[in-house]
């Protein structure tokens, strides 16, 4: 619904109002930043001195060493849990029941588990080899990351194949392909223009937990930021330095799966399309596939 | 000997920790998500904005990263608020679930400002989803917008949105795992301990607390279909 259905366009003196209301808005936002700006001034949080820390080039490459690990991780995991749940949403869809229902239940277990489980499980199961910490962490972020997505994944693909129109499929069981075929040839090229932009848009998913590294002392980001924030005594602005740098990466992903968005829908020229991309997000269900 | 049969008063305690959380994080995540989705939908350009704007930021943020601004970053601006209930019920034998440490406080807070920017997100959706000549017979009979959202519109968004703030609240006692990260003694804190103190036993312990979550997990599913049920038929 358009927000201009709930209100009129806003007469002479609705707009005074509206702008008493934006004034008074923007002084209590302003007092509250000046607020917090003398709390940061009192705390000695704007000494030059701690500025001069953090932009040194050496704590400047641990961060940008941090964020290409995240990158890596985030990379690895995405592909390996497209993987996954492409073979997950195979044995699904599967006719043959003995394949359908434990891949069901598979699918269903770790979207209900939490990753951070899943993390500790594998980081836990790979101790006592004598492993590297590193590896040992990458390898169980990667794995809890491919693990919990790629039943996220495998549960968007049902949606996006479900959401190609039925004639389609019977159209093609009609003209004698066999089943493989119907899904090969009809259902998955369609299927993959609905779901893209929900594919990218849980690679935004993959970027943010990569931060769960952290906990397994994996170096992607975080973990350098509070290395960061301990070698230079400041507790406030190596984070904020950190947040931004996972939205500015995080903007450019949803760039991306909006412009995907647009040119799946315009391509399509099919005035159902839009609805379809809808019905892909709203049919994963409600065991946690939301992307929070 | 056997793991669970050993620590089950810390396991309760653990899990208990992680109920509190996410019944107090919930509450905030509501209030504070139902509020921005008002201002997302309200006629002023400004307050618009500025709710899209915090949806836009929080969304882009790992939570792990918040709860840490929250649990370190707020305690440098001499920020320190501690409830230790225990004293306030005179208890002698010092209960980690009455005592809310600034870690505790900060990492729910955190979580639930978190996931309010997805609330938000959800109810601004729901009110999308109410048909148009909804809003415009509201209007037609001469009622304000104030009076449009809160007797025509919210009412029936309120039925579309269970489902989606159920798989948000889902998600959020899932999240509440990365508390852990700051220290809070919940669930998932629980099993890393036990995890590196029994290396044999990872596994089976994996699968208690596992269990243990996705019993949570049906918990607010169940109220959820009931809500659903309740609201529908009204």
């Not at chain 1, 209590?28 to 820390?53: C, H, M, N, Y």
């Not at chain 2, 707020?74 to 019920?89: A, G, I, M, T, Y």
């Not at chain 2, 700051?182 to 699968?207: H, S, Y």
Request: charged share 15%; aromatic share 10%; with cysteine.
């Amino acid at each position: 619904m358009a927000a201009n259905v709930l209100f009129d366009a806003p007469g002479p003196n609705t707009r005074r109002r509206h702008l008493v209301y934006s004034v008074v808005f923007v002084v209590v936002i302003l007092s509250a930043l000046t607020w917090v700006g003398f709390k940061l001034k009192s705390a000695g949080q704007f000494e030059p001195r701690i500025f001069e820390d953090l932009f040194a080039s050496n704590i400047l490459k641990a961060l940008f060493d941090g964020m290409l690990n995240t990158l890596k991780a985030a990379a690895l995991a995405i592909v390996l849990s497209v993987v996954l749940g492409f073979l997950l949403a195979v044995g699904r869809l599967s006719d043959h029941r003995l394949v359908a229902v434990p891949c069901r239940w598979v699918i269903e277990f770790f979207r209900a588990v939490p990753l951070l489980l899943l993390i500790i499980l594998i980081f836990g199961l790979l101790g006592g080899r004598g492993m590297e910490t590193s590896t040992r962490g990458l390898i169980s972020l990667v794995g809890g990351l491919m693990l919990y997505n790629g039943a996220v994944l495998a549960e968007v693909f049902r949606a996006g194949i479900g959401a190609v129109p039925k004639g389609q499929s019977e159209a093609a069981y009609a003209i004698g392909m066999r089943k493989t075929q119907v899904m090969n040839i009809v259902l998955v090229p369609q299927a993959v223009r609905i779901m893209l932009p929900t594919i990218i848009s849980q690679c935004v998913v993959v970027l943010k937990d990569t931060s769960l590294g952290f906990i397994v002392a994996y170096g992607e980001l975080l973990r350098e930021t509070r290395l960061v924030a301990q070698f230079v005594n400041n507790n406030l602005w190596p984070y904020l330095l950190a947040a931004l740098m996972y939205i500015v990466l995080n903007s450019i992903v949803s760039a991306v799966a909006t412009y995907a968005q647009k040119r799946s829908a315009g391509r399509g020229s099919k005035s159902d399309t839009p609805a379809a991309v809808e019905g892909a997000g709203m049919e994963t269900g409600r065991a946690g596939a939301a992307a929070v | 000997m056997n793991v669970f049969s050993d620590n089950w008063r810390a396991i309760l305690t653990a899990f208990g920790i992680t109920v509190e959380m996410t019944l107090i994080a919930g509450v905030i995540a509501l209030v504070v998500g139902f509020l921005l989705a008002a201002l997302r939908v309200s006629p002023i350009p400004l307050a618009r904005g500025a709710a899209a704007s915090y949806v836009r930021l929080i969304r882009n943020t790992p939570l792990l990263l918040i709860m840490l601004i929250f649990a370190f970053g707020l305690p440098e601006l001499d920020f320190r608020p501690r409830f230790n209930l225990n004293k306030v019920f005179g208890v002698q034998d010092q209960s980690p679930l009455l005592n809310f440490d600034i870690f505790f406080l900060f990492a729910t807070i955190a979580l639930g400002m978190y996931t309010a920017a997805f609330v938000c997100e959800a109810v601004r959706s729901g009110v999308n989803s109410i048909s148009i000549g909804q809003a415009e017979a509201a209007r037609s009979i001469g009622m304000t917008f104030s009076q449009t959202v809160r007797e025509v519109i919210l009412p029936q968004a309120f039925r579309a949105v269970i489902p989606p703030l159920a798989s948000i609240m889902i998600a959020m006692t899932k999240n509440s795992s990365l508390a852990a990260g700051v220290g809070v003694t919940e669930a998932a804190f629980l099993m890393r301990k036990l995890t590196n103190d029994n290396g044999d036993k990872v596994f089976l312990i994996f699968m208690g607390f596992a269990i243990g979550y996705i019993v949570l997990v049906a918990i607010i599913s169940a109220t959820a279909s009931f809500l659903e049920r309740k609201v529908g038929t009204a």
